[in-house]
């Protein structure tokens, strides 16, 4: 489940008002403001359908893997298919080192 600072984030990252989350995802305005200022905890499934909202619109969701807990976007499958060009270009193998 999400916390309200991804919440936050992930509507940051996709462009998505509180007003057009809470319809998209069957929610209040007031639950999302009062999660994403941890001054209430929604039950499960406002959770839930927040989350499920947010990931329709393109966030991508990082759990806590030691390294924090975080939000992003999806790429397209157009930008997912020139990473794989770009990575499969070849060339000399060097540093990422600047001088």
Known sequence: MITGSQCRAAR???DLSRENLAI???VSVETIADFERKLAEPTEDEVFAL???L???GAVFISDNGRG???RLKFTKSEAKR???LENEG???TPDRVP
Do not use: F, H, K, P
Request: hydrophobic share 55%; charged share 5%.
């Open 91 to 93: 060339g000399i193998v």
């Open 24 to 26: 998209s995802a069957g």
């Open 51 to 53: 989350q499920s909202a």
């Open 55 to 57: 990931e329709t619109a």
């Open 69 to 71: 807990i975080g939000a």
């Open 12 to 14: 940051a990252l996709t």
């Open 83 to 85: 990473i794989a060009i």
